[in-house]
Nanobody, 123 residues
Framework: QVQLVESGGGLVQAGGSLRLSCAAS????????MGWFRQAPGKEREFVAT???????DYADSVKDRFTISRDNAKNTVYLQMNSLKPEDTAVYYC?????????????????WGQGTQVTVSS
């Protein structure tokens, strides 16, 4: 079992930055790929970013060059640095964990989920 707790969400103006954190516990964090997803009001949850056990990454086109995913295996934590935020980035952001080493871009590839943290970007 893996427990995931997100933090760092909040209200920010367009063009601003936020850094989300996801603390993992309960299993061997370093051998799991991690991901961030988001769900805006009235929309389905969508992929944002993923990172493998050794640092390979992939991003949704909508956030490429603005968001950066990283991980600190010593702290069992994955981060999402969000820069140049836009109102359309407003959503609940979820951290997720796979059971395997490699990156994944779809919800079905993830076994464990956090409760989510709200990010609101005002125009």
């Amino acid at each position: 079992q893996v427990q995931l707790v997100e933090s760092g969400g909040g209200l920010v103006q367009a063009g601003g930055s936020l850094r989300l954190s996801c603390a993992a516990s309960g299993s061997i964090f370093s051998v799991r790929a991690m991901g961030w997803f988001r769900q805006a009001p009235g929309k389905e949850r969508e992929f944002v970013a993923t990172i493998s056990w050794n640092g390979d990454t992939d991003y949704a086109d909508s956030v490429k060059d603005r968001f950066t995913i990283s991980r600190d295996n010593a702290k069992n934590t994955v981060y999402l640095q969000m820069n140049s935020l836009k109102p359309e980035d407003t959503a609940v952001y979820y951290c997720a964990s796979r059971r395997v080493l490699t990156i994944g871009t779809t919800e079905g590839q993830y076994s464990y989920w956090g409760q989510g943290t709200q990010v609101t970007v005002s125009s």
